[in-house]
Each structure stands twice: as structure tokens, then as C-alpha cells.
């Protein structure tokens, strides 16, 4: 399957600073990414869609302010979260699909997510 | 009613007993059903795809699909230690993926 690869895998931030996460489709161009936020024993939710040249569609309740997407080249997606608070602290994971594996519209293949501490 | 029911477990069986997961869902437009493996700290691992209703199979692996029931399930044969982990079942009508609350599997030795 296609590869996705996220940095850092692990952060600490204090309060109030700003965290910067990546997310790159290795092998194939990804037109969509997507932004997961999954807390313990939690499912995943999703937070955003990211499309390459556009802007971001957010889900009910997650604020865009707060949640910056930047998916500025056909590899690279960045999710940065400002002002971080330890509310926020929780496990990111972004997917992209692969348009080339023609099994469906909606494969999608992920990273294996950065956990977010804020002290 | 949440989209996704699932079973959080956990779910604890010894080594080659057959597993069955399932989730259950509300939505009668969800066609593309997919099972996830996910291991502690790690990214979500695709295991199976199915289009609408049937069976498929991979290997050790069995996924069912009864929209008429909105009733999805996973079947591992002969399971092993190396399948403890978290198994999730998402599904979709279009773009957005409605994931379950994941079970978590253990497989003693």
C-alpha cells in the first residue's frame, strides 16, 4: 500500500506556543489529506479535509483559528496548532488517498500520528 | 444513536481460536466498509475493503457485509498473538470516513 509519513512522532510544547505537524504521501501524490484527532480509548475524529491549492473544509466544532491546515504541494500537508492549550494535548493522524489504487473513492492510507503533549 | 456501534472489548482469546468483530451502523447510505488493525501509538493499518453487501475473504481474515441488517463483521481465523492490537471498522458514503470506537483484541500464546 501506499506510504504516508508524519513528523515529529512525539511533541512537548508548553502552553501557549504553537506546534507545527507534517504529514507527506511518500510514494504518490494525495490531492486530499485528511486530519484525525483520536483521544485514548477513543475513535478517530476527524478534524479537517485538506485539498492541495485550497482551503481546508473543517468539521462542526473545530476551529479553524485554532487548527491551521496548509496543504501547499501535492505531498505535503501541515497541521499547526496554535496556542496550544492541554486540552489539545491528544494523538494527531493524517491519511491521504491514493487515486491510483482504483478500488474505491475513499481508501485512504495513514500516518502513524504524532502525540501532542502540552505541559 | 451514534453513525458507528462498536464493541470496545476488550476482547481476550487464546492462540487459533477464530475472532468475530462487528460493528453495527444507522446511516443506509454508507456503501464502502473497511476494517482497520491499529497497534498501540501507531497510525491505523487498512486490513479490508468491501463495496456494499457480500463477503470477502484475505487470507486469515473474513469481512461480511449485510446492509439489511447495517451489520459488518470481521472474522480472523487461527489467531495469533501478532493480531492483539485495536481493530476499527469505518465506513463511507462518499468522502468522510465514520470510524467505530475500535475494539481491542488480545491473543494469548
Known amino acids: 500500500g501506499a506510504v504516508v509519513s508524519q513528523h515529529p512522532s512525539w511533541v512537548i510544547c508548553k502552553s501557549g506556543t504553537s506546534v507545527k505537524i507534517e504529514c507527506r504521501s511518500l510514494d504518490f501524490q494525495a490531492t486530499t489529506m485528511f486530519w484525525y484527532r483520536q483521544f485514548p480509548k477513543q475513535s478517530l475524529m476527524l478534524m479537517a479535509t485538506?485539498?492541495?491549492?485550497?482551503?481546508?473544509?473543517?468539521e462542526q466544532g473545530v476551529e479553524k483559528d485554532k487548527f491551521l491546515i496548509n496543504h501547499a504541494s501535492l505531498t505535503l500537508s501541515t497541521l499547526t496548532v496554535t496556542s496550544a492549550h492541554p486540552e489539545d494535548s491528544s494523538f494527531y493522524i493524517c491519511?491521504?488517498?491514493?487515486?491510483?489504487?482504483?478500488?474505491?473513492?475513499?481508501?485512504?492510507?495513514f500516518g502513524p500520528g504524532t502525540r501532542l503533549t502540552v505541559l | 444513536q451514534k453513525e458507528v456501534e462498536q464493541d470496545p472489548g476488550p476482547l481476550s482469546v487464546p492462540e487459533g481460536a477464530i475472532v468475530s468483530l462487528n460493528c453495527t451502523y444507522s446511516?443506509?447510505?454508507?456503501?464502502?466498509f473497511m476494517w482497520y488493525r491499529q497497534y498501540s501509538r501507531k497510525g491505523p493499518e487498512l486490513l479490508m475493503y468491501?463495496?456494499?453487501?457480500g463477503n470477502k475473504e484475505d487470507g486469515r481474515f473474513t469481512a461480511q457485509v449485510d446492509k439489511s441488517s447495517k451489520y459488518i463483521s470481521l472474522f480472523i481465523r487461527d489467531s495469533q498473538p501478532s493480531d492483539s492490537a485495536t481493530y476499527l471498522c469505518?465506513?463511507?458514503?462518499?468522502?468522510?470516513?465514520?470510524f467505530g470506537k475500535g475494539t481491542t483484541l488480545s491473543v494469548s500464546s
Open positions: 468491501t463495496y456494499s453487501s
Open positions: 469505518a465506513m463511507s458514503e462518499g468522502t468522510a470516513l465514520i
Open positions: 491519511s491521504a488517498r491514493d487515486p491510483r489504487t482504483g478500488q474505491g473513492i475513499n481508501e485512504q492510507f
Open positions: 446511516n443506509s447510505a454508507f456503501q464502502y
Open positions: 485538506s485539498n492541495e491549492g485550497s482551503k481546508a473544509t473543517y
